[in-house]
T-cell receptor, first 113, second 114 residues
Framework: KAGVTQTPRYLIKTRGQQVTLSCSPISGHRSVSWYQQTPGQGLQFLFEYFSETQRNKGNFPGRFSGRQFSNSRSEMNVSTLELGDSALYLC????????????FGPGTRLTVL | GESVGLHLPTLSVQEGDNSIINCAYSNSASDYFIWYKQESGKGPQFIIDIRSNMDKRQGQRVTVLLNKTVKHLSLQIAATQPGDSAVYFCAEGRVFNAGNMLTFGGGTRLMVKP
């Protein structure tokens, strides 16, 4: 069974631009969560989607948004990029009935110049 | 706000020895706890979890202990191997809005000396 895939793996943007990251969950997984990982703040929860609905949201500004499609694939968007948005963005998927175990993808490394 | 796992950052052990990685949490309303291993260039990998109504859970070469009295979580790795070298995160899980949210600790780097 293929794991969680994220594209692109690396991305360089400049301040003020916007970016869209993509995540394909493990087949059959319907819950997708997004996390931001930085050296200073560690791993922080962004949001969680299930059946195309956002169920939970972390403490991030409105510039961070996401969505989930009917095939469970998810995208997250960051608008008006700031230097502090440079981070590894991780996507995790889980089965509805196995909420404890989230499988993470390799992440997208975003660098904002 | 509440947070999990403020202990850091490097534990160095000899190959074959047992490792103990500790984590403190502050939110007593958590439903479960998870330990993750993250190797360089990869996403976190699930190791083991424990529900908040349990004290101990064992897996293959790993044991997680939960002490709710002092809000402390530990991961014990038996016969540590070079492949165990990584950053280990504890995470608190909560079921919320029919979904689940993880709050991660800062991580501990485990270095295994051959």
């Amino acid at each position: 069974k293929a794991g969680v895939t994220q594209t692109p793996r690396y991305l360089i943007k400049t301040r003020g631009q916007q970016v869209t990251l993509s995540c394909s969950p493990i087949s059959g997984h319907r819950s997708v969560s997004w996390y931001q990982q930085t050296p200073g703040q560690g791993l922080q929860f962004l949001f969680e989607y299930f059946s195309e609905t956002q169920r939970n949201k972390g403490n991030f500004p409105g510039r961070f948004s996401g969505r989930q499609f009917s095939n469970s694939r998810s995208e997250m968007n960051v608008s008006t990029l700031e230097l502090g948005d440079s981070a590894l963005y991780l996507c995790a998927s889980s089965l509805v009935v196995s909420i404890n175990e989230q499988f993470f993808g390799p992440g997208t490394r975003l660098t904002v110049l | 706000g509440e947070s999990v796992g403020l202990h850091l950052p490097t534990l160095s052990v000899q190959e074959g020895d047992n490792s103990i990685i500790n984590c403190a949490y502050s939110n007593s309303a958590s439903d479960y706890f998870i330990w993750y291993k993250q190797e360089s260039g990869k996403g976190p990998q699930f190791i083991i979890d424990i529900r908040s109504n349990m004290d101990k859970r064992q897996g293959q070469r790993v044991t997680v202990l939960l002490n709710k009295t002092v809000k402390h979580l530990s991961l014990q790795i038996a016969a540590t191997q070079p492949g165990d070298s990584a950053v280990y995160f504890c995470a608190e899980g909560r079921v919320f809005n029919a979904g689940n949210m993880l709050t991660f600790g800062g991580g501990t780097r485990l270095m295994v000396k051959p």
